[in-house]
């Protein structure tokens, strides 16, 4: 069992930055692929960006590609997202969820564990 905290979230210009963490509980944090996903109002969940087991191998979403960046601390169970030049539509709560995996998985069907979410709002 993972339990996932996220925190970081809050409101924003547009052009500013946050960034987001998620610690995990449990010994086997390392042994998680972990993601970020975010569901905005009226919208079905969308994938944000994922990091493998070791951090060596990364994906984004077109959407946030050269914006974000995903990054974890295996020694601190805690896995990152940094967000530079926010913009409106990525107002969004944002979810970290973790698989028992070693690729970098882009389908949330296949995440095994979710956090609680926390809110992300840009303002114009």
């Known amino acids: 069992q993972v339990q996932l905290v996220e925190s970081g979230g809050g409101l924003v210009q547009a052009g500013n930055s946050l960034r987001l963490s998620c610690a995990a509980s449990g010994r086997t944090f390392s042994r998680y692929t972990m993601g970020w996903f975010r569901q905005a109002p009226g919208k079905e969940r969308e994938f944000v960006a994922a990091?493998?087991?070791?951090?060596?191998?990364?994906y984004y979403a077109d959407s946030v590609k050269g914006r974000f960046t995903i990054s974890r601390d295996n020694a601190k169970n805690t896995v990152y997202l940094q967000m530079n030049s926010l913009k409106p539509e990525d107002t969004a709560v944002y979810y970290c969820?973790?698989?028992?995996?070693?690729?970098?998985?882009?389908?949330?069907?296949?995440?095994?564990?979710w956090g609680q979410g926390t809110q992300v709002t840009v303002s114009s």
């Open positions: 969820a973790a698989a028992w995996s070693s690729a970098t998985i882009l389908d949330g069907r296949e995440y095994d564990y």
């Open positions: 990091i493998n087991r070791s951090g060596g191998s990364t």
